[in-house]
């Protein structure tokens, strides 16, 4: 029943309650976001205004494709746990708009499945993506897949935007999709990236998972242990009646905290 109890609760994480999570998570974002661009400090750097570095899951950039019904406040960073709340931008490539290769990142299935329908985009077709510069409008010059061609390297003084989900089944992974899009409005200055595509962490990078809280699994496993063990003394000891009332919550907590564990090792973009 655990057992049970344990995978409903993890399927669960990542549809049902990912949804309200991501939407949440969105809302609090986008109100962030544009009390910043108010002010004038929306970061356009890897730091902030006061050249702090940006910690990831703080909003950079409102991204607008009205061709597959796509408003998302993109984040910065691109982890497993960073890509719950939307899409990420890669931290060693620039903002949305700059000159030079922009890279941003979005899951396919789970916590809103932001980036489901990127497929779905065409040569040709534009969309906005908004930063602490002002509005860039990107047209988008193609797919690509695995073994596909890649686009001619981007010139001095050019801006591109990939935007990269996994493609398959449903939280079956198989591959990446790359949609690539240059462009067309005036390009702004880079800022300043202290993170280099060497000392990118590997949780950051495609379809990978994170495995630095590895030791957090671990505690919310003995949580769960250590509650179950509980429940049948109590059972015995108490009845059934008690048991239930007190350990069913318990449970419950234990098998969340356990399920929010196991999502961070899970890739990024499923």
């Excluded at 990912?18 to 750097?45: I, M, T």
């Excluded at 396919?108 to 499945?113: M, N």
């Excluded at 010139?155 to 996994?166: D, F, H, N, P, Y």
Aim: net charge negative; proline share 7%.
């Amino acid at each position: 029943m655990v057992l049970a109890a344990l995978l409903l609760v993890l399927v669960l994480s990542i549809t049902v309650l990912g949804q309200f999570r991501h939407f949440a998570a969105q809302q609090q974002l986008d109100d962030a976001f544009r009390k910043q661009l108010a002010e004038a400090v929306a970061p356009v750097s890897e730091g902030d205004v006061d050249d702090i570095l940006l910690p990831d899951g703080v909003p950079v950039a409102i991204i607008d494709m009205p061709s597959i019904g796509v408003r998302e406040v993109i984040v910065e960073g691109t982890d497993s746990e960073t890509t719950q709340s939307g899409p990420g931008h890669r931290r060693d490539t620039v903002l949305p708009g700059q000159v030079g290769l922009s890279i941003v990142m979005g899951r396919a299935a789970g916590y809103g499945a932001p980036f489901g329908r990127i497929q779905e985009l065409t040569p040709g077709t534009e969309f906005t993506v908004i930063t602490g510069q002002g509005e860039n409008t990107y047209e988008v010059i193609g797919l690509r897949y695995a073994g596909d061609p890649m686009p001619p390297s981007v010139k001095a003084g050019e801006s591109r935007l990939v935007l990269i989900t996994a493609r398959g089944l449903p939280f079956v992974p198989t591959g990446l999709v790359r949609v690539d899009a240059r462009l067309v409005s005036d390009p702004q200055p880079s800022g300043v990236r202290q993170t280099r595509f060497a000392t990118l962490p590997a949780a950051d990078k495609e379809m990978a998972g994170d495995t630095s809280m590895v030791w957090a699994l671990v505690f919310a496993l003995q949580f769960l242990i250590v509650v179950e063990i509980a429940a049948v003394w109590s059972f015995r000891r108490i009845g059934p009646a008690r048991t239930w009332i007190v350990f069913v919550p318990l449970t419950l907590v234990a098998c969340l905290w356990v399920a929010g564990e196991v999502v961070r090792l899970l890739p990024n973009l499923m």
